[in-house]
């Protein structure tokens, strides 16, 4: 999968010029949206000026740059990098973690699952367990696909082994969920993030190469399960943390499952 971005920078300059390119900002909207001048941005992005630690976090807000990335911005100007990345067991990221529990146990008797950069699951609640169990042992199928320790979503819902077989829809549903990992992989500048999903996408094989807009165009396109006779038709909402200072903070997502139907909505609230 190509990208904008090169995958060893190697000086802020070249760097900055290129998240700006692929922000598909000019210099001019680079400097309003940081409240600089033209010229210095321009001065930036030749070396002829040196930026500052607060320089370069006022661009990385205008350019909606990761925390992660922004680490690499920072260290290739010459300073310390900035942000840290601290497991979930931490201490300090208890606040962290009870909100993800709260989140999760509150959606019930719906699934949710909070997963980081990889799409690996950090955190998943019973609804959940019982979605991704209903075509057997989910760690079973991740033994059969090879996978390592790390429960992942991705690597489940497109291995062939895993749970396309239950996707009735895959047709409509694959190309979207690609569209999705190809653009999580571009935005985050991120060459280890970028290799590991393009092995993902290489898993979904040939796709439909349509638009996929008919004349009924729903207002969410659903994932719809068959297994072993039984339907179910879900939609996604994705929940993020809205001032990270931390990259596993910034990272993390929480994806909850919501029904398209009322036979959906049964099954989860009778198996509650």
């Not at 699951?121 to 209903?134: F, H, Q, S, T």
């Not at 079973?140 to 062939?160: G, Q, V």
Request: net charge neutral; with cysteine.
């Amino acid at each position: 999968m190509s990208s904008p971005l090169p995958a060893a920078p190697h000086s802020f300059q070249s760097l900055c010029r290129q998240w700006r390119q692929f922000r598909k900002l000019s210099q001019l909207d680079l400097a309003l949206a940081a409240n600089v001048s033209q010229r210095h941005v321009s001065w930036l992005e030749t070396g002829r000026s040196q930026p500052s630690r607060d320089m370069i976090v006022r661009l990385s807000d205008a350019m909606e740059i990761p925390l992660r990335e922004r680490n690499v911005l920072l260290q290739c100007a010459g300073y310390v990098a900035a942000y840290s990345e601290t497991r979930l067991e931490e201490p300090s990221m208890l606040p962290v973690l009870d909100a993800l529990n709260r989140v999760l146990l509150h959606h019930e008797p719906l699934p949710a699952v909070v997963v980081d950069r990889f799409w690996n699951v950090k955190r998943k609640n019973k609804a959940a367990d019982l979605m991704l169990g209903i075509g057997g042992d989910p760690n079973e199928m991740l033994k059969r696909i090879s996978a390592d320790d790390e429960f992942n979503l991705a690597l489940l819902t497109l291995h062939p082994q895993g749970l396309r077989p239950y996707i009735s829809n895959w047709q409509q549903a694959a190309p979207a969920f690609v569209r999705r990992l190809k653009s999580e992989a571009l935005a985050s500048g991120d060459p280890q993030l970028r290799r590991r999903l393009a092995e993902f996408i290489a898993l979904a094989g040939p796709l439909d190469k349509s638009d996929g807009i008919g004349e009924s165009l729903l207002p969410v396109l659903p994932l719809e399960l068959n297994i072993n006779g039984l339907a179910l038709s879900l939609f996604s909402v994705i929940s993020t943390f809205g001032t990270p200072q931390d990259i596993t903070t910034d990272e993390l997502r929480i994806e909850a499952f919501y029904p398209t139907d009322a036979r959906t909505e049964q099954f989860f609230r009778s198996m509650a």
